[in-house]
């Protein structure tokens, strides 16, 4: 059905900048980004859809972006303005279906951000 492997995580202090990567493979219609802080469920970052457009959860608007290179099968997830609050598990994720039902995920990469 696909393959997800997450790249680019690691440790960097509040203010900071860290850009996430997923190559996949597959189709799919919507990829996306959800994270999971200790203690805590997993929840939805953002996602794209296939035609491009894209939606963002409140707490990362206007510092997270999502974006897709197609002819390199990679999913990207651009991080800037980094709070302590956005350290977690970041995982990608994709689903075939409408609506989405995010039934694929990758392994997880962590992000810690330091105050």
């Known amino acids: 059905q696909g393959q997800l492997v997450e790249s680019g995580g690691g440790s960097v202090e509040a203010g900071g900048s860290l850009t996430l990567s997923c190559r996949y493979t597959?189709?799919?219609?919507?990829m996306g980004w959800f994270r999971q802080a200790p203690g805590s469920e997993r929840v939805w970052v953002t996602h794209?859809?296939?035609?491009?457009?894209?939606a963002y959860a409140d707490a990362v608007k206007g510092r997270f972006t999502i974006s897709k290179d197609n002819a390199q099968n990679t999913l990207y997830l651009e991080m800037n303005s980094l709070k302590p609050e956005d350290t977690a598990m970041y995982y990608c994720a994709a689903s075939v279906e409408y609506p989405p039902t995010w039934s694929i995920y990758g392994q997880g990469t962590q992000v810690t951000v330091s105050s």
């Open positions: 597959g189709t799919f219609a919507f």
């Open positions: 794209i859809k296939r035609d491009g457009r894209t």
